[in-house]
């Protein structure tokens, strides 16, 4: 009874064979070492180079998990699945990447090969060049920080294997661009990102799609989810164990037991109202993002900026972000009486909608007819 571990790690291509060599050593010996182990460990294959491209090798070698049947094939066959999952976590301790397993376990009808594909693909991420924060990032401003935070995570995360996963959240009242921002990371990063609506998702969704995702190995290294305390709590539940040190999700079925699968990921997430989200058992949560991130309205100066960016974007003309801006900040702000949000993007874009009229201060001007049907605080 054995369990195969086909691994692969990458290195420059002129990386001296040696160091690939000495990892995959020392990473066999770690899981020779360990302590509850009760298995025969050996290499099967030593790495060997395998040409990837822009100036990389992924190493490829093969581990042996084996279990000579002077037992029970029950009490053997735990055994290489507690092995197994030793295994899995040693290498991505010692930074290899679980690209097959193939398990041998023996059964009633005699033994029975499983194939399970864990991972099919290094973590390798883009540089954040000066170049991408013009051309990726440019759009917005104020918020340099917020990205170098964001992709710092991801880069900590990638260099890893995922034991380093530091989830970030971007909070704050609506229209600080903090879906805008995850959002143009998930565009540059592709399919290493996954988008999530926690206003839409289930319990019995999310909780499957996770597993099936993680055990088929085809689950993005990130996960977004926009506006995470909108969704109801039991549907949040499984991101406990996958957002915390175990890095996995478990369910539960009558018939088969408790099933476990890694999910070592990086959760981004954005949060309107923090408040509601610390209230989710007993901020267990929100305990979670290690990188909580407020992301403010603008002031003034930043909407005007931000105001005739879109203007040049899209035509218009830039007299109207200066009369539109000392509307909002001058006029509704100090305006206690109607309910309404005047450092708003949104609300800048839609009076910037009207054209010229934002100029005319008469009766039938665009300003004159918002103050006319602007809703009341006590309507």
Not at 339 to 349: A, I, P, S, V
């Amino acid at each position: 009874m054995n369990a195969q571990f086909k691994l692969a790690k990458i290195y420059p291509v002129d990386v001296d064979p040696r160091l690939a060599k000495e990892s995959f050593a020392s990473l066999v010996k770690a899981v020779s070492d360990y302590k509850s182990l009760t298995v025969d460990v050996r290499a099967l294959q030593d790495p060997e180079p395998l040409e990837m491209g822009d100036g990389k090798t992924a190493w490829v070698a093969v581990v042996d998990l084996r279990k000579d049947h002077f037992q029970s094939s029950e009490a053997a066959s735990r055994q290489i699945e507690n092995a197994s999952r030793i295994m899995t976590r040693q290498a991505q301790a010692w930074q290899w990447n679980v690209l097959e397993v193939e398990s041998n376990v023996e059964g009633e009808s005699g033994p029975r090969p499983e194939v399970i594909i864990v991972s099919e693909t290094v973590i390798d991420l883009p540089e954040l060049t000066p170049e991408v924060m013009a051309t990726q990032f440019g759009r917005f401003y104020d918020r340099e920080p917020h990205i170098r935070f964001i992709y710092d995570s991801a880069r900590a995360a990638a260099t890893t294997a995922f034991q380093m996963r530091n989830h970030v959240l971007l909070w704050g009242e609506a229209s600080g661009a903090k879906s805008s921002l995850l959002l143009a990371f998930a565009d540059w990063f592709g399919n290493r990102v996954w988008r999530i609506d926690a206003s839409t998702t289930t319990k019995a969704g999310l909780e499957t799609e996770l597993y099936n995702k993680a055990k088929g190995g085809v689950l993005p290294p990130f996960m977004l989810i926009e506006e995470i305390e909108a969704a109801p709590e039991q549907n949040l539940y499984c991101l406990l164990q996958v957002m915390d040190e175990r890095g996995r999700i478990q369910r539960t079925n009558a018939r088969t037991g408790d099933r476990f699968a890694e999910c070592k990921i990086v959760v981004w997430a954005t949060c309107n109202d923090y408040k509601k989200l610390q209230t989710f058992k007993s901020r267990a949560l929100w305990s979670r993002f290690g990188l909580r991130l407020r992301c403010d309205r603008p002031d003034a100066d930043l909407m005007r900026k931000i105001l005739k960016r879109e203007m040049r974007l899209k035509g218009g003309k830039e007299e109207w972000v200066d009369r539109v801006v000392d509307f909002m900040y001058k006029e509704l702000s100090k305006d206690d009486e109607w309910l309404h949000d005047f450092d708003d993007t949104r609300l800048g874009l839609a009076l910037l909608a009207s054209g010229d009229r934002v100029l005319d201060d008469g009766p039938e001007g665009a300003l004159a007819d918002y103050r006319k049907v602007m809703v009341r605080r006590n309507d």
